[in-house]
């Protein structure tokens, strides 16, 4: 398994089109041969602050996914909507 963890912080007058991007992201990724969870999470101190949580089968299913079309469409649009952190990749030990 692998888990990815991308935090990212958003202004406040960008938020409601940034929630739907992801929106749209998510609805279509957990449609993804090795899709496991795809999660997008708010800050509850701070609904600016949003972390995208996936887990995927195999590194294979996770790269397929960066290679979607929606996958690009979404990172084209939120590059200048948010600011992101880089990805953390973890995979289970235990």
């Known amino acids: ?6 935090g990212s912080t958003v202004l406040p007058e960008n938020l409601e089109a940034v929630l739907a991007i992801y929106r749209e992201l998510v609805a279509r990724t957990r449609t993804e041969p090795g899709c496991v969870s795809y999660e997008l999470l708010q800050l509850r101190e701070d609904p600016c602050d949003l972390m995208l949580v996936e887990c995927w089968l195999t590194q294979e299913h996770l790269d397929a996914h960066t290679r979607t079309p929606h996958f690009i469409e979404a990172i ?10 880089p990805a953390l990749i973890y995979t289970k030990t235990a």
């Open 76 to 85: 084209a649009q939120l590059e200048s909507l948010e600011t992101a952190a």
């Open 1 to 6: 398994m692998i888990n990815v963890l991308v």
